[in-house]
């Protein structure tokens, strides 16, 4: 079964695996001891620590690991900002940042400190220019992936680097997604990745804090990891992370090279072979291995599971999804359409005939989603058969869709059956209460050409008004 949700969590590598025995056997022993089994362990831990450092780019001492990414976004985000505490209380990051930024923001403004978003274009890439206008004074850290998870778009590392440089500003690279396929640009303050996005083992974070920036660890500290990283080591873990990064960065040129071919072909084949739908990113500064699209009037949860019974392991951005009811936040920030979402992130050496399958079986799956969810045929002549929705016609040519207590994507689905109906230059209103209508009623407009009017307030939810141009 194709698994296709690397950007999740990359299959264990070989060398990872054989790592991860080995050390079982002989890394068992606690590092911080002088008898020969502990002395070992040092041995192990701190040859990890060296490849490790090596492939990030910084000393071996600036170096630490952690039981997660997650552990090391939050560790890094509140060590700098304590650090810097007489500088300023003010954290800036990019409104596409992973969601482990966003939680750490939260608590840093429950705490009284202040948090400055900065948009992103349609691509999902920050303008490094309005980044730099964010930093102010008060700016005590400034936060940037350097690739994206969902949409795989790869961010201005070095121009906004040398801009926080210039304001006097620290910058934590979220580097999860990139670090296995390269050195992050120089730079950086921080930096933070996690191995199981690599081919590593779960449970293990890395984190980088250059020499001379300000850090002061928040809550209980201990003596392991240079007092950041409280607790024992997860030493076969760690280990297993540190050699499979060296093996995966030692095949990544040639892999990324026949990914990207692959990804190339789902891009264009996508948007050729499935009508109505967009593919979001970046086409050429991304990464390798991710292609994301989103399907017109298609129920995401429903099209994953579809996908899966045919055999395809791939994940979603949609609201409709089973572990949200809000569209992604990255998707939002972008403007793109989010209903019917998918994320394709090919995992090394996947076989270019899985890819034709997954090409060939998409069409048909699309089309049998819409068929149930009762998508109108394109060219069905206006006032035809088939509109479930309660549509109201007025004197002033327009008419009121009623979509609300319907989740995505029925209220774009319940416009598209009614656009029809009213002449060009009328309008036609549609109340919603999803979340998901705000952002994917103006994707709508701007893919089928009609004009986004704009959203008024509702008894319930909003009004959403589109003219009809075409």
């Given at each position: 079964?194709?698994?296709f949700?690397a950007?999740?969590?990359?299959?264990?590598?070989?060398?990872?695996?054989?790592?991860?025995?080995a050390?079982?056997?002989?890394?068992?022993?606690?590092?911080?001891?002088?008898?020969?089994?502990?002395?070992?362990a040092?041995?192990?831990?701190?040859?990890?620590?060296e490849?490790?450092?090596?492939a990030?780019?910084?000393?071996?001492?600036?170096?630490?690991f952690?039981?997660?990414?997650?552990?090391?976004?939050?560790?890094?985000?509140?060590?700098?900002?304590?650090?810097?505490?007489?500088?300023?209380?003010?954290?800036?990051?990019?409104?596409?940042?992973?969601?482990?930024?966003?939680?750490?923001?939260?608590?840093?403004?429950?705490?009284?400190?202040?948090?400055?978003?900065?948009?992103?274009?349609?691509t999902g890439?920050?303008?490094?220019?309005?980044?730099?206008?964010?930093?102010?004074e008060?700016?005590?850290?400034?936060?940037?992936?350097?690739?994206?998870?969902?949409?795989?778009?790869?961010?201005?590392?070095?121009?906004?680097?040398?801009?926080?440089r210039?304001?006097?500003?620290?910058?934590l690279?979220?580097?999860?997604?990139?670090?296995?396929?390269?050195?992050?640009?120089?730079?950086?303050?921080?930096?933070?990745?996690?191995?199981?996005?690599w081919?590593?083992?779960?449970?293990?974070?890395?984190?980088?804090?250059?020499?001379?920036?300000?850090?002061?660890?928040?809550?209980?500290a201990?003596?392991?990891e240079?007092?950041?990283?409280?607790?024992?080591?997860n030493?076969?873990?760690?280990?297993?992370?540190?050699?499979?990064?060296?093996?995966?960065?030692?095949?990544?040129?040639?892999?990324?090279?026949?990914?990207?071919?692959?990804?190339?072909?789902?891009?264009?084949?996508?948007?050729?072979?499935?009508?109505?739908?967009?593919?979001?990113?970046?086409?050429?500064?991304?990464?390798?291995?991710v292609?994301?699209?989103?399907?017109?009037?298609?129920?995401?949860?429903?099209?994953?599971?579809?996908?899966?019974?045919?055999?395809f392991?791939?994940?979603?951005?949609?609201?409709?999804?089973?572990?949200?009811?809000?569209?992604?936040?990255?998707?939002?920030?972008?403007?793109?359409?989010?209903?019917?979402?998918?994320?394709?992130?090919?995992?090394?050496?996947?076989?270019?005939?899985?890819?034709?399958?997954?090409?060939?079986?998409?069409?048909?799956?699309?089309?049998?989603?819409?068929?149930?969810?009762?998508?109108?045929?394109?060219?069905?002549?206006?006032?035809?058969?088939?509109?479930?929705?309660?549509?109201?016609?007025?004197?002033?040519?327009?008419?009121?869709?009623?979509?609300?207590?319907?989740?995505?994507?029925?209220?774009?689905?319940?416009?598209a059956?009614?656009?029809?109906?009213?002449?060009?230059?009328?309008?036609?209103t549609?109340?919603?209460?999803d979340?998901?209508?705000?952002?994917?009623?103006?994707?709508?407009?701007?893919?089928?050409?009609?004009?986004?009017?704009?959203?008024?307030?509702?008894?319930?939810?909003?009004?959403?008004?589109?003219?009809?141009?075409?």
């Open positions: 079964m194709p698994y949700d950007a999740s969590s990359a299959p264990l590598h070989p060398v990872a695996r054989q790592a991860l025995m050390s079982l056997d002989e890394g068992w022993a606690d590092p911080a001891r002088l008898y020969r089994e502990g002395r070992r040092r041995m192990l831990l701190d040859a990890a620590r490849a490790a450092a090596e990030v780019g910084c000393r071996p001492d600036e170096l630490v952690t039981p997660s990414g997650t552990a090391a976004v939050h560790t890094g985000i509140a060590g700098a900002l304590s650090g810097r505490r007489r500088v300023g209380r003010r954290l800036v990051a990019s409104a596409v940042e992973h969601s482990s930024v966003f939680h750490a923001a939260a608590s840093h403004e429950a705490a009284g400190g202040s948090f400055t978003e900065v948009p992103v274009e349609r890439s920050v303008d490094s220019a309005v980044f730099g206008a964010s930093l102010g008060d700016t005590a850290l400034a936060c940037l992936q350097s690739a994206n998870h969902e949409v795989g778009t790869e961010q201005p590392v070095a121009a906004v680097a040398a801009l926080c210039e304001a006097g500003v620290p910058l690279v979220d580097a999860a997604q990139s670090l296995g396929w390269g050195p992050v640009a120089d730079g950086w303050s921080l930096l933070t990745a996690s191995a199981h996005k081919g590593g083992p779960a449970g293990v974070g890395l984190l980088a804090v250059r020499k001379g920036v300000r850090f002061a660890v928040r809550g209980p201990d003596e392991r240079s007092g950041r990283s409280a607790g024992f080591e030493l076969p873990a760690i280990v297993a992370a540190a050699a499979s990064l060296r093996a995966v960065r030692a095949e990544a040129a040639a892999e990324a090279a026949r990914l990207r071919a692959l990804v190339d072909r789902v891009r264009a084949q996508v948007a050729a072979r499935v009508p109505d739908v967009e593919v979001v990113g970046d086409p050429e500064r991304r990464l390798p291995h292609a994301t699209f989103s399907c017109l009037y298609v129920d995401g949860e429903t099209l994953l599971h579809e996908l899966d019974r045919n055999g392991s791939v994940s979603s951005g949609s609201s409709c999804t089973s572990s949200t009811l809000t569209p992604s936040h990255v998707l939002k920030a972008m403007g793109v359409l989010s209903e019917g979402n998918v994320r394709v992130s090919l995992p090394a050496g996947t076989a270019a005939s899985d890819v034709e399958r997954f090409l060939d079986v998409l069409p048909g799956v699309v089309a049998g989603v819409r068929e149930r969810l009762g998508v109108p045929v394109t060219g069905r002549p206006a006032g035809a058969a088939g509109v479930t929705g309660v549509a109201t016609p007025t004197p002033a040519a327009s008419l009121v869709v009623d979509a609300l207590g319907r989740r995505c994507p029925i209220p774009v689905i319940e416009l059956k009614v656009i029809g109906d009213v002449p060009v230059g009328g309008t036609v549609v109340l919603a209460d979340e998901a209508a705000r952002l994917d009623i103006p994707a709508w407009c701007e893919m089928r050409e009609q004009e986004y009017v704009g959203e008024e307030p509702a008894e319930r939810g909003a009004a959403y008004v589109v003219r009809r141009v075409s």
